[in-house]
């Protein structure tokens, strides 16, 4: 759903889909190829709410901020199920793992990786291809060159999933019994673990 509120109106271009579960509120831009989850809350009703090219807000997301304050996702983030970004501002090409919680003004800067169900604390400035984790989180080491190449190819899967979803994703009766002739999908990415096995 997108909701006009006090005379602002959400700009979604028109390669991006927003699932018709998702919330999208107010003074929100979503640029090209952005793919938004169903049960995810954009809510720019007292500030501004940016994702530039290529963001995905996956599952059961909240993105919003505290009054007079606006916010932006830069090109390519990539944030993961049931994550909470509270007035922070995430950088380019940058992974917000699973039920991760960034509070107001931290900064997450480009090309970092924050792992799930961290908690980044108000004010927090993580710099450029920073691993982070924890609760409170805190920098453990850098992000390598393999492990930002990853994360390109996960994100790379969402900037094309809104096309597909455009195409090919309707409302439904179910089955009431599986196909004989039912196929699995293509196994076209692996976990980091699977990626960095010796």
């Given at each position: 759903?997108?909701?006009?509120?006090?005379?602002?109106?959400?700009?979604?271009?028109?390669?991006?889909?927003?699932?018709?579960?998702?919330?999208?509120?107010?003074?929100?831009?979503?640029?090209?190829?952005?793919y938004i989850g169903p049960g995810a809350a954009i809510r720019g009703d007292?500030?501004?709410?940016?994702?530039?090219?290529?963001?995905?807000?996956?599952?059961?997301?909240?993105?919003?901020?505290?009054?007079?304050?606006?916010?932006?996702?830069?090109?390519?983030?990539?944030?993961?199920?049931?994550?909470?970004?509270?007035?922070?501002?995430?950088?380019?090409?940058?992974?917000?793992?699973?039920?991760?919680?960034i509070m107001d003004d931290a900064e997450i800067g480009d090309e970092c990786?924050?792992?799930?169900?961290?908690?980044?604390?108000?004010?927090?400035?993580?710099?450029?291809?920073?691993?982070?984790?924890?609760?409170?989180?805190?920098?453990?080491?850098?992000?390598?060159?393999?492990?930002?190449?990853?994360?390109?190819?996960?994100?790379?899967?969402?900037?094309?999933?809104?096309?597909?979803?455009?195409?090919?994703?309707?409302?439904?009766?179910?089955?009431?019994?599986?196909?004989?002739?039912?196929?699995?999908?293509?196994?076209?990415?692996?976990?980091?673990?699977?990626?960095?096995?010796?």
């Amino acid at each position: 759903m997108i909701y006009s509120f006090k005379g602002y109106t959400p700009v979604v271009h028109k390669s991006s889909f927003v699932h018709p579960l998702a919330a999208v509120t107010g003074n929100v831009i979503i640029g090209k190829n952005c793919y938004i989850g169903p049960g995810a809350a954009i809510r720019g009703d007292w500030g501004q709410i940016i994702l530039e090219d290529g963001v995905n807000v996956q599952e059961n997301c909240t993105v919003h901020m505290f009054p007079g304050k606006s916010i932006t996702l830069k090109e390519s983030a990539h944030v993961g199920h049931g994550a909470i970004i509270h007035g922070a501002n995430l950088g380019k090409n940058c992974l917000i793992g699973m039920n991760t919680v960034i509070m107001d003004d931290a900064e997450i800067g480009d090309e970092c990786i924050v792992g799930a169900m961290s908690f980044v604390k108000a004010e927090t400035k993580i710099p450029y291809r920073s691993l982070v984790v924890g609760n409170p989180a805190k920098i453990i080491r850098g992000v390598t060159a393999e492990m930002i190449a990853w994360k390109t190819k996960g994100t790379e899967l969402y900037q094309k999933l809104p096309k597909d979803c455009h195409d090919s994703l309707e409302a439904v009766e179910p089955l009431r019994e599986v196909p004989e002739n039912m196929k699995m999908q293509d196994d076209v990415y692996k976990t980091l673990g699977e990626t960095f096995k010796k």
